[in-house]
């Protein structure tokens, strides 16, 4: 009888021991696939600020600007240019083979690096266009059935979620971007129905005040 208390005690203690080294194991592999995860996006990063600059503040207009975008924004565009359907043609030129081999946690993962950067902040502009942009921004054109923009981009064009942050943008990507829209090179439902009223003055005109922001 006591020897069949010290047995199961003996047992006890080995499975204790057992789960032990199993949950050390665990957490040795729990550690390694973060460690791998951190490689897979500090070396994806790297490959991007070729194009989009160190930390996302990119120099050259053709290229965004990523530092400070909102994250959500950020997963969807980079999810999107994966299954193609961001197809404008500088989306295809560039960035579709950029993004056919990021898996999903390293798009996240690039997506919160990049989202939690400082944004870079607007340069002066034209006062001209500056001012009737920030109208329009503010305003929308009733006559044309343009909407304010502040209402999904935030008062200080700051986006939020899966609304993107315009703010400190490059000039000519934005106006470039309204073209799209509004010839549905880049397909977008609701952008599309905000930007195909923009005449071209109207699409510099904002342009020119986000910059600036
Ligand atoms: C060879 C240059 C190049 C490289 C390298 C590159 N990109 Fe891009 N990226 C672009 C261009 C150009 C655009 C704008 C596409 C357009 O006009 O529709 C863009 C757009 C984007 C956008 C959309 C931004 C927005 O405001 O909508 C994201 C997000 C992005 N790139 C992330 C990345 C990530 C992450 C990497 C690294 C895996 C990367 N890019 C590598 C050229 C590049
Ligand atoms: C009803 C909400 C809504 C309103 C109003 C709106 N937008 Fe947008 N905007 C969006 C969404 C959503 C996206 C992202 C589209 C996508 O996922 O491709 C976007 C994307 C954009 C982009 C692309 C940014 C980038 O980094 O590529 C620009 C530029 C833009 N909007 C400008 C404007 C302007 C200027 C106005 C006002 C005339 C406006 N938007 C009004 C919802 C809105």
């Known amino acids: 009888m006591g020897d069949g208390n010290v047995n199961r005690f003996g047992s006890m203690q080995r ?33 991007c600020s070729s194009c989009h600059g160190m930390d996302g503040r990119s120099v050259s207009p053709t290229f965004p600007r990523l530092a400070g975008q909102q994250k959500d924004y950020l997963i969807v565009q980079l999810k999107a240019f994966r299954d193609h359907t961001r197809a404008d043609p500088h989306a295809h030129t560039y960035m579709w083979g950029m993004a056919g081999g990021l898996s ?58 899966a609304f993107p942050r315009l703010a400190g943008q490059h000039r000519s990507y934005i106006e470039g971007q309204l073209a799209a829209f509004s010839s549905n090179s880049r397909a977008n439902e609701i952008m599309h129905e905000n930007a195909k009223n923009l005449t071209p003055d109207a699409e510099r005109q904002l342009a020119a005040f986000l910059a600036t922001q």
């Open 104 to 161: 999903d946690p390293t798009i996240e993962g690039v997506a919160a690096y990049y989202s939690a950067l400082t944004p870079v902040p607007g340069k002066a502009g034209d006062p001209t266009d500056v001012a009737a942009g920030k109208k329009i921004y503010e305003e929308g054109i009733p006559e044309t059935g343009v909407p304010a923009c502040g209402g999904c981009h935030g008062d200080a064009a700051q986006g939020g979620g």
């Open 15 to 47: 499975l204790a021991s057992v789960a032990a080294v199993f949950g050390g194991l665990l957490a040795i592999s729990a550690c390694t696939t973060t460690d791998k995860q951190q490689d897979a996006v500090e070396g994806t990063v790297h490959m």
